[in-house]
């Protein structure tokens, strides 16, 4: 096997992985929909390089956080079927990881844009 299909194959998985959060889950969407507007906003206001930079980190940190959730919500469900509080408990701190995620990029977007929505 070459390691160039190797790798190929690899990334067509990931990104099958990706379009499986995309089109089952509806919280990816929202996510993706904000980050399309916080884009969108940078590109009206005029963003400098490094506040650009910031929103890129903040926008794929919200997203890795949903698919690293949907990933454990997946195996937790496949792993107990039936409720468990360890299984509830193991997805509520994987849904704590994109609230913080989320949080976090709403607070970073209110120091980013909140000077220049100031000018205006």
Same mark, same amino acid.
């Given at each position: 096997m070459?390691?160039?299909?190797?790798?190929?194959?690899?990334f067509a998985? +990931? =990104?099958?992985?990706l379009a499986a959060v995309i089109r089952e889950?509806?919280?990816m969407r929202i996510h993706l929909l904000a980050a399309g507007a916080a884009l969108g906003m940078g590109w009206i206001l005029e963003l400098e390089r490094g506040e650009w930079g910031l929103l890129f980190i903040a926008i794929v940190l919200v997203l890795m956080a949903e698919v690293i959730n949907t +990933? =454990?919500?997946?195996?937790?469900d496949?792993?107990?079927p039936q409720y468990h509080p360890l299984a509830e408990?193991?997805?509520?701190?994987?849904?704590?990881a994109v609230l913080l995620s989320a949080v976090s990029a709403v607070i970073l977007?209110?120091?980013?844009?909140?000077?220049h929505i100031i000018k205006i």
């Open positions: 070459s390691s160039n299909g190797g790798i190929i194959r690899k998985w +990931a =990104i099958s992985g889950e509806q919280n +990933a =454990i919500e997946r195996t937790v496949l792993m107990a408990k193991a997805k509520n701190m994987a849904a704590g977007g209110v120091i980013i844009f909140g000077p």
